[in-house]
């Protein structure tokens, strides 16, 4: 980093990219975490059941990491949400340990309310990003992201 970018972020440190991205991350997550909450979903649920909806019997590690958490917790996840009759899971036919998981009827309309509320949530930030269009800013948050991998 050079030394006029430091006595940037020194000079203000409220006033970075960085700090912007995360305030926008926790207000989104807060946002989503009261909507779906109402519903009786955490956001790793919703990230499983949206995912399991386009990729149904994805394996635990895929939903892991779709949902940003560990296997660990992906397991207590699918507990959870097994138990409330949003998912199935089966043997898979040829790995005995592998669990093949499936959404229910009552996950599927569950993930159907849902969307409602992650698609208004995206109207929000489409509307707040305005008059840019909404690909270009995905597109340029997608290289922050890229760029500090």
Known sequence: M???NADAVMADPYGTIG?????????????LDTGLREIGLTMPQY?????LNAKPGASNAA???RAFVTPQTMQAILVTLERSGHVTRTPHPEHGRVQTTELTAAGAKVLAAATGIVADA???LRSAAAPLEPKV?????LRVAEALR
Do not use: D, N, P, T
């Open 47 to 51: 990230a499983v059941l949206a995912f």
């Open 122 to 124: 995206e109207v929000r």
């Open 63 to 65: 939903l892991a990491r």
């Open 137 to 141: 800013v995905a597109a340029m948050l």
């Open 19 to 31: 700090f912007a991205l995360k305030q926008a991350q926790q207000a989104l997550r807060a946002h």
């Open 2 to 4: 050079s030394s006029e």
